[in-house]
């Protein structure tokens, strides 16, 4: 039977996730580690330590090397052969810049010689910013000002311009270094990049992953020109193409053919952002769903009924690749505010769980605003929480109370923020270390009145690239495989216990003291 490939290319990791699609099966799944695995790179957590003024940047010949050796490692658990469709997902806003010579060496790779040998010498930038930089402050200003302000980049793009998005790190390079901007030739997401490397030609930057640029228009999907000529001088002829992600970009290159053991007809779908790839993965690429996942930070994402941007300019709008639009938001106060409560009082799981068994929801009013650290949904910068309520209470004299108003504050705040989506969730899908706290579930699907089903995917992006590159490849829809990858634990479900007005006095208490 033919078998799926997806490739998950994440900040710490590179794996790899083969399906079965007539058997609906994970037939082989292998990941290589960079700090573990590529040791020689001094990236022990995936990016270059100690960048300065807030830059972080990767190695690309990294991510070479651990394409690689994950397929290495791959061809010893299943037949590369038998390997039809192949697509990924990259960690999403990191750039690749290539000079003039890489056309011709992507296409003609040898294979006595390492991707990585051979494509260093292609790199205009010998290393590249990733999605934790955060060094472009005077970059987004100057592209919002020159285009008209926030709002004009936020209704262009789907976001204002951010520090991490590709566009202003672009513009920094620009500035920093303008010969080597000159001598750059093409500019690739991480995704684009190693989809180019898999087909041996430039691949086309898809919807999902090209709206984290602030340099794509939502309307009509092709790069804007003025948010292009805010950014750098000769962008356009630097960017890949733009295509949806149900487009397939070409046959797996010789390269891998002889290497690896791929057959040639292997066909590659275009790659995603680990975040689009997820949302299929998830099996939630249709509206009505929402994901929550609940980590260092919590993200809350779903696929969006309407075209709209977040007019406040917290949220984002991205592709999703099962067509129309997705939403994200991130929020910087997730695990690390619910571990500094539960470290407060000497607390592990289970009694912070049963704290919240035995406490109201609505918390007869208390409320915390529960930010430990500059918060960017919404934008404030707190670096302790605000507890307001009867005087125990904001004393933290109260522990079930305390707990209970950070997990609702947590998730108020979340609904607060996602009103702009217009989504009208019947269900919920929460997943992230969090998740398995019954309690927590409870809060979930009482803040926000729908049903909560938890779902523990650890490997969501690989498996919606492997669904996405079979439905593009095979005769499999989405949906059909969607029912067959992404099953649900319906016994852990939570329906809400209490009606929506439980929490209207803590929702407008929530909305005034943050605009205070
Ligand atoms: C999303 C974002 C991260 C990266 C890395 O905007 O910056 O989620 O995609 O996972």
């Not at 939502?218 to 962008?235: C, F, I, K, M, N």
């Amino acid at each position: 039977m033919p078998l799926s490939l997806g490739i998950d290319a994440s900040t710490q990791s590179v794996s790899g996730l083969v399906i079965d699609t007539c058997t609906g099966s994970i037939v082989a799944q292998v990941s290589v580690n960079f700090g573990q695995d590529l040791p020689q790179y001094n990236a022990p957590s995936g990016f270059i330590p100690g960048g300065k003024n807030g830059e972080v940047h990767a190695d690309p010949c990294m991510w070479l090397d651990a394409l690689e050796l994950m397929l290495e490692r791959l061809g010893g658990e299943c037949d590369l052969s038998r390997i039809e469709a192949v697509s990924g997902a990259g960690q999403q806003h990191g750039s690749v810049y290539l000079n003039a010579q890489w056309p011709q060496a992507v296409k003609h790779l040898r294979t006595d010689c390492t991707l990585a040998e051979q494509l260093r010498g292609c790199l205009s930038r010998s290393t590249s910013p990733i999605w934790m930089d955060t060094s472009t402050g005077d970059e987004c200003r100057e592209i919002a000002r020159a285009v008209g302000g926030d709002a004009v980049v936020c209704s262009k793009s789907g976001s204002v311009a951010i520090e991490r998005f590709t566009g202003p790190q672009i513009r920094r390079f620009y500035k920093s270094d303008p010969e080597a901007y000159a001598r750059t030739a093409r500019i690739h997401l991480v995704s684009s990049f190693l989809c180019s490397v898999l087909v041996g030609c430039d691949a086309p930057v898809d919807t999902g992953d090209g709206a984290g640029m602030n340099l794509l228009a939502l309307d009509g999907w092709q790069w804007d020109e003025a948010l292009l000529d805010a950014t750098a001088p000769g962008l356009s002829g630097r960017l890949p193409s733009v295509a949806t992600g149900n487009q397939v970009a070409g046959n797996v290159s010789p390269y891998f053919v002889q290497k690896f053991g791929f057959r040639a007809d292997a066909q590659v779908s275009v790659f995603t952002g680990d975040n689009p790839s997820s949302l299929v993965g998830m099996g939630a690429s249709d509206p009505g769903k929402v994901v929550i996942s609940l980590g260092t930070s919590d993200t809350f994402f779903a696929a969006m009924p309407t075209v709209v941007a977040d007019p406040d300019g917290y949220g984002h709008v991205f592709g999703n690749p099962n067509g129309g639009v997705m939403s994200l938001q991130c929020f910087i106060n997730g695990s690390l505010a619910r571990e500094a409560v539960k470290a407060r009082f000497g607390y592990d799981w289970d009694a912070f769980s049963t704290a919240l068994e035995q406490s109201e929801p609505g918390n007869g009013g208390d409320l915390m605003i529960p930010f430990f650290q500059p918060e960017i949904s919404p934008r404030i910068t707190l670096s302790a929480p605000i507890l307001k309520g009867g005087k125990a209470f904001e004393r933290w004299e109260q522990p079930e109370k305390v707990i209970r108003a950070c997990v609702e504050g947590q998730f108020i705040n979340m609904k607060l923020r996602s009103t702009w989506m217009r989504l009208e969730p019947q269900e919920i899908y929460l997943t992230g270390g969090a998740s398995k706290s019954s309690a927590i579930a409870q809060v979930v699907a009482d803040v926000f009145q729908a049903r909560v089903i938890r779902i523990a995917v650890s490997e969501s992006v690989a498996l919606g690239a492997a669904m996405r590159a079979a439905a593009n490849t095979f005769s499999d829809t989405l949906a059909e495989l969607t029912a067959r990858f992404c099953q649900q634990d319906e016994a852990s479900a939570r329906q809400p216990a209490v009606e929506a007005s439980a929490y209207d006095v803590l929702t407008d208490s929530f909305r005034q003291c943050l605009a205070e």
